[in-house]
């Protein structure tokens, strides 16, 4: 089958003890897709060099809400920078993540929003989608968007499981990423947000190192807990394990302009 996890970390710090060996136990398991995501500059150079190590990995680059620098000159020089990053991998899939983040963050909104737009405008002078990341920020996340709509879509990461954020998400034409929240036994209202997302706007992932679903939460999180989400999917859908990969499979390769495998 063909397993696929669309947004990990594995330029976190909490794989330097073992990341090679993770890494080929991925590939020994069968993770045949896996994209490592960049929320700072430093983390985005990290992502571009492991995917540039393993056939099998690509990468993302961006500047997260919760990684922007406190003053607007400052953002802007590292606005400049990630540009510079965008030229160097051919294995550059996106620009995220990228959005709003007032969980975190409730003092530096507007230069989160100035974050937001400029590099929805990079992903557009680019060509790229964007990953989205969106807490507690679903109105103004929702506004940005319509007002400066990236022409090659995106996806929301570890998609918050809210009915009025996916409604909007998915009238303008973005993907809907699962994470390991859907499958914890608090999660109350995961399974009526599966329902909501068509079968060709369904992405999964693990954010690993963070949020391993059931029966592995509180764990430090890798690819191969992908099975766990994709299991809950296609019992919500009613649908086969293979079928569901599959679907999946093909979302990933459709938004991202990954080269299929035969």
Known sequence: MKWIDSHAHYNDEKFNEDREEILRLLKEEGIKKVITAG????????????????????????????????????????????KKLASLSEKTVAIGEIGLDYHWNTENKEIQQMAFKEQIKLANDLKLPIVIHTREAVMDTIQILKENLPNEKGVFHCCPLNRELVKEALKLGFY???????????????????????????????????????????????SRNIRHIVEKIAQVKQKGIEEVTEMIYQNLIRLFKIENEK
Do not use: C, H, W
């Open 176 to 222: 809907i990423s699962f994470a390991g929240p859907v499958t914890f036994k608090n999660s109350k209202n995961a399974n009526e947000i599966i329902e909501m997302v068509p079968d060709d706007k369904i992405l999964v992932e693990t954010d690993s190192p963070y949020l391993s679903p059931e029966p592995n939460r509180g764990k430090r999180n890798d």
């Open 39 to 82: 929320y700072s500059l430093q983390s985005s150079k990290e992502a571009i060099k492991i995917s540039d190590q393993y056939p099998f990995i690509y990468n993302t680059i961006g500047i997260s809400p919760n990684d922007i620098p406190e003053q607007k000159e400052e953002l802007k020089e590292e606005l400049e920078q990630l």
